[in-house]
């Protein structure tokens, strides 16, 4: 089983980055639960806005980002900013969107199905609960199943304030929390595996 982490930072590489840092502990988690991963800092790839898989221009990595999703487990990670996803995750999900008309060779069952997706946020301000929402919303409508309590957030808030995950103390909420999402990802995955979904009905009854 193979997960993959989009870490929505604004931040480029080698910036070192919150959200990528607590992304990690939900990885870490879930290797220990024989879970492969990668984590994917989209800052440093070209990513054109669309709705679509293929290349909008010349140059745009999507394409080639598109086909690294294809994991049991998908994990977005974003910082919160004006209380919103960063907008490099929300052009991830828009690029998505085309999975909703994409299915498995050789039958109509939707790409994302059978796969799981959980959220990480961090921020300097209030709002995880809402990114949580927001993302996980739009994880659902592509086809993701998204488990109970599949993901971690830091906030610093109210107000503003450094984005301090990397400097805190103050882990042990968190930290317990990724910890859980992992296990709850991990069960749902292979449950879906032994049982997978069923194929849209297109009788429209």
């Known amino acids: ?11 480029r ?14 990885l870490d988690a879930l290797g220990e639960q024989d879970v492969a991963s990668e984590q994917i800092r989209l800052a440093d790839h070209r990513i054109e806005p669309g709705v679509i898989s293929e290349a909008v221009v010349e140059g745009d990595e999507w394409p080639d980002l598109r086909r690294r999703l294809a994991a049991e487990i998908l994990i977005v990670a974003t910082p919160t900013w004006l209380g919103q996803p960063s907008s490099i995750a929300k052009r991830a999900l828009e690029r998505m969107d085309a999975l909703l008309s994409e299915t498995y060779p050789g039958n109509d069952l939707p790409i994302a199905y059978n796969r799981v997706a959980g959220v990480v946020v961090t921020g300097n301000e209030d709002g995880a609960h809402h990114v949580i929402t927001e993302v996980a919303g739009a994880l659902i ?9 599949a993901w971690t957030y830091w906030n610093r808030g109210p107000g503003p304030g450094e984005e301090t995950w990397l400097t805190t103390d103050e882990r042990e909420w968190t930290t317990k929390t990724a910890r859980t999402a992992a296990g709850n990802l991990v069960a749902v995955a292979r449950a879906l595996q032994g049982s997978g979904m069923p194929t849209p009905s297109t009788s429209g009854s």
Request: net charge neutral.
């Open 1 to 11: 089983m193979k997960a993959i982490c989009l870490n929505c930072t604004l931040k």
């Open 13 to 26: 590489s080698p910036e070192p980055t919150s959200t990528g840092a607590l992304a990690q502990v939900l």
């Open 141 to 149: 409508d592509i086809g993701y199943t998204v488990p109970g309590q």
